[in-house]
């Protein structure tokens, strides 16, 4: 289908021949000879492209260009105003009302074709673009409907769940032995894992959509440190992993919010004890760099490293390096443990970054302003 043209301008005699001439190129064209005809036109018709004189009776091509762009329905319609002023002022003026072009009479009909061409191309560049736009909001209010689902209607039961079948090992009355209190375990922990998964999901949408609203206050860093630390002992000791802090002295504190970067430092930790193995060792350390105003953590392992073309990738969403530490084989996980550390680490005007050898260890560092 080609494309419609519409040209506005009171001299009859121009108006047919400019029409004749864009007719030789396979447009459709039409014309009216007032600006009161034209508005009416375009509102009607929504030409791909207007050709409109400046000078008419009844209302000028500024006028005309103006209400044309103020309106919402034919704002987008490219306008290139034909005129026999010469002065740059008048070029300026039609411009600054919203016309996409200017040409001075008479002008050649090559010249004229190719404008028309290039705006043409640009319209339709902005129109794929907004129908792109378009489809991505749709694609985000699904993902938003489909991430409330699974927050609210996954999480209350499996909580629910878990709940119960802790109960159920507790109570005195029921007798529960051997294997059947290791799938009861085995259960518990799975549901865990899918409530933690879970509210990293709820998280990391809302960090990505600058939504979480963070609780910064002063916090000394030793004490940060070493909670995570505590937190994290007891499957460390299972593991047979030495678990350490290395802190600088005379750490200033950081202004943060709190849950944020423990649940950061835990998830690092966490992410550390699957990777290493027994006899290993976990280092959580702090120092200050005055000189840029931040603090440095860093989360080291001695385990078995990461191959670089996972180590890229580990940030990203969905995607979790997952290793056997008895084959030493690595694979794919769906976590979002890595991807919650970087979102938050970033929502504080910080940078996170690993670093990994194989057969040597992990390092994975993240700095937050001290302010």
Not at 198 to 216: F, H, M, P, Y
Not at 229 to 238: A, F, L, N, P, Y
């Amino acid at each position: 289908m080609s494309e419609k043209i519409l040209i506005i301008d009171d001299a009859m005699q121009t108006a047919k021949t400019l029409q004749f001439t864009l007719d030789q190129y396979g447009y459709q064209v039409s014309v009216c000879y007032s600006g009161k005809e034209g508005l009416e036109l375009v509102s009607r018709e929504k030409p791909d492209i207007i050709l409109l004189d400046v000078m008419m009776p009844d209302l000028s091509g500024f006028e005309v260009c103006k209400a044309i762009k103020q309106d919402d329905s034919t704002k987008d319609i490219p306008i290139i105003m034909l005129s026999a002023l010469k002065e740059m002022e008048d070029k300026v003026r039609g411009l600054d009302y919203g016309a996409d072009d200017f040409l001075t009479k008479p002008c050649r009909d090559t010249e004229l074709v190719a404008r028309i061409r290039a705006h043409l191309r640009a319209k339709q560049m902005h129109e794929e673009l907004k129908k792109s736009n378009e489809e991505l909001k749709k694609l985000g209010m699904l993902k938003d409907n489909l991430t409330q689902f699974i927050v609210h209607d996954l999480r209350n039961p499996l909580t629910s769940m878990r709940g119960w079948l802790d109960c159920l090992k507790k109570d005195k009355t029921v007798l529960v032995k051997g294997r059947q209190k290791e799938f009861i375990d085995r259960v518990i922990k799975s549901c865990d894992l899918e409530i933690d998964l879970i509210n990293d999901l709820s998280d990391v949408t809302l960090l990505e959509e600058s939504k979480l609203q963070l609780k910064k206050k002063p916090n000394d860093i030793r004490e940060l440190v070493d909670y995570c630390v505590k937190q994290m002992e007891i499957d460390s000791q299972t593991h047979n992993i030495e678990l350490k802090a290395d802190l600088a002295s005379d750490l200033p504190s950081v202004n943060a919010d709190e849950r944020l970067i423990r649940r950061v430092l835990l998830n690092l930790i966490g992410n550390s004890l699957k990777f290493t193995p027994k006899g290993g060792t976990i280092t959580v350390a702090a120092e200050y760099s005055g000189k840029e105003s931040r603090h440095v953590f860093t989360v080291s392992d001695t385990g078995m490293g990461i191959p670089p073309e996972y180590l890229e990738k580990i940030f990203d969403k969905f995607v979790q390096v997952e290793m056997s530490k008895e084959t030493s084989q690595y694979n794919f996980g769906r976590g979002l443990g890595l991807t919650f550390c970087k979102l938050a680490v970033e929502s504080h005007g910080g940078v996170i970054h690993a670093e990994s050898e194989l057969g040597a260890g992990t390092k994975i560092s993240f700095t937050l302003p001290k302010t």
